[in-house]
């Protein structure tokens, strides 16, 4: 483990007061690539996903449900613990925030703030979303026709709260704060988000609420346990004990600072401005980078409990196959951006991507080294200019690929390796082999060896997006486990090792037949 580069990416903690969507699977995707691209490229990886299970509205949501707060939120954090198997998720690790050693984590952190002499007692009276479990000024609410007062990203009901409680000074940070984005441009992501926090810091901050008074599923505040404290200051400790917060001497503090939060965009406020503040106010480092993902949409509609149309992923996995959910919604949609998820662009991408293109180009492949070639690894004889070209594109991938997972482009990622499939659909047409056969075998061998190659370092590159399909291409290729890692790249294929026969990976989607009415 020493000597090995660390790295550190974290989910959004799910809040437990519904069932887990395609949303909540999109972001933990983006980090189970990210997660299994580090490890396979040699870095020393550590994964975090988990359910946040405090506040108001979990207390709510678990008293119409006529349960207690914490069988409710057993249940329901048990459903998204569940998903990590369905789209075959990667976690070193799943975090409750109703864990013991998340409670003296979050009052160490408290106590550290206290210290600092930046947070004080006194009086909130202002607008409280419990939806959001979010404080909003005067004006950023609104007045609906229906006389409700409404605020945030996706305009929830607020209501009039005034209670006792501590407050974080955040209104010293604004200037500490907008320095700190100066000198770390990439803390942000994407673009967009960034120039909107740094507009809300430049409007000026207000002192932060810290504890509530008026319910009691919570972490009581050290000294003071009849104020519970402010839900996101709990929740977002979740990655620093994770890592074994206080105790700096825990193995796992190694990976303190996080590379990469990622985010809903609704959320980003609470990643790039409190918790930033929160952090170094206890005199610790803030993550590398939060980057904010978008929301889905479906057939272009908004999803909603009330229209009755979230897509589950459990449902559209079991019907289309982990591996092409996977890619299409890395592929369809660039990653921050709002995404519409449409059955037939889907299908498109299944059909035409994975079993047209990808699949095609390994079954044929594969296909004529089984019956021409003996079923083992052809012979690599003199390389042509067009040889060399196609071998060129793959090479370069990795290099490609690698830059854009380091900026969550994991759309752009997939584009360059289908751009070289693409390029080996085209060599395999332009060269022949099948003609090859009959008047010149020794190069129908080379011509199959680069193809073989092209697709084992276009698969190397694949496994961390579709990592079940890609085994099964890998072992058609007799590619040792130990050679699968990206340090292995340009150990090309062995002539003359022995391939099993081959199997397509991605068959063709058909619509099954409606019945007759």
């Known amino acids: 483990m020493s000597g090995r580069k660390t790295f550190y990416t974290t989910t959004p903690i799910y809040y437990v007061n519904d069932v887990p969507h395609i949303g909540h699977a999109y972001a933990t995707l983006a980090c189970d690539v990210m997660a299994r691209f580090k490890r396979l490229d040699g870095f020393d990886v550590h994964f975090l996903t988990g359910t946040d299970e405090h506040g108001q509205k979990v207390e709510k949501a678990a008293a119409a449900a006529g349960m207690s707060p914490q ?9 998204f613990r569940d998903l990590l198997g369905v789209m075959n998720y990667s976690p070193d690790n799943f975090i409750r925030t109703t864990e013991k050693r998340h409670y003296a984590s979050c009052q160490a952190l408290w106590e550290k703030l206290v210290a600092s002499g930046d947070i004080y007692l006194g009086k909130y009276a202002g607008w409280y979303s419990v939806r959001d479990e ?28 005034e209670e006792p ?16 984005y100066e000198k770390n441009p990439r803390f ?37 346990p009849k104020h519970i404290m402010y839900v996101w200051l ?105 995404g519409d998820f449409q059955r037939r662009a889907l299908i498109g991408r299944l059909n035409a991507d994975l079993a047209n293109a990808y699949g095609n180009l390994c079954q044929r492949v594969l296909s004529i080294v089984a019956k021409n070639c003996g079923s ?39 584009t360059a390796i289908w751009e070289v499939i693409a390029d080996a659909n085209r060599y395999v047409d332009a060269q022949a ?14 011509v199959m060896w680069v193809l073989a190659e092209t697709i084992r370092r276009v698969t190397l590159l694949v496994q961390p997006f579709m990592p079940e399909s890609a085994s099964k291409i890998l072992e058609q290729l007799a590619v040792p486990q130990e050679a699968r890692t990206y340090a292995a790249f340009d150990q090309e294929l062995a002539p003359g090792t022995a391939l099993p026969k081959p199997q397509g990976v991605f068959p063709r989607y058909v619509e099954p037949a409606k019945a007759a009415s």
């Open 234 to 338: 709990d929740a977002l400790t979740n990655y620093i004990t994770e890592c074994g917060y206080p105790d700096e001497s825990n193995p796992l503090w190694r990976f303190w600072p996080a590379d990469v939060h990622v985010v809903g965009k609704d959320i980003i406020r609470f990643h790039c401005v409190y918790w930033p503040a929160f952090l170094m106010s206890a005199g610790l480092a803030p993550p590398k980078r939060v980057f904010a993902s978008g929301w889905w949409t479906t057939e272009g509609q908004k999803i909603s409990k009330s229209l009755g149309n979230a897509i589950d992923p459990v449902a559209v996995t079991k019907e289309f196959g982990v591996d092409p959910v996977r890619y299409f919604l890395l592929r369809e949609v660039p990653f921050g951006n709002d």
């Open 165 to 180: 409680s501590y407050f974080f000074k955040l209104s010293a940070w604004g200037d500490r704060l907008l320095e700190f």
């Open 134 to 161: 979010a404080f909003y000024a005067e004006d950023e609410t609104t007045v609906g026709p229906d006389g409700k007062r409404r605020a945030g990203p996706v305009n929830n009901e607020v209501e009039w709260v």
């Open 433 to 446: 082999p099948w003609a090859l056969a009959k008047t010149d075998p020794a190069r129908r061998d080379t």
């Open 376 to 414: 083992v690894v052809p012979p690599k004889g003199v390389l042509t200019d067009d040889d060399n070209a196609l071998l060129g594109r793959a090479q370069g991938l990795l290099a490609a690929v690698r830059a854009e997972i380091d900026e969550q482009a994991f759309h752009r990622a997939l």
């Open 71 to 79: 069988s409710f939120t057993d249940k329901v954090s048990q459903s």
């Open 188 to 224: 942000i992501a994407p673009e967009s988000r960034r120039n909107e926090i740094i507009s809300f810091v430049k409007g000026g901050l207000q002192d932060l609420s810290v504890s509530r008074t008026s319910f009691s599923w919570g972490v009581p505040v050290p000294g003071d």
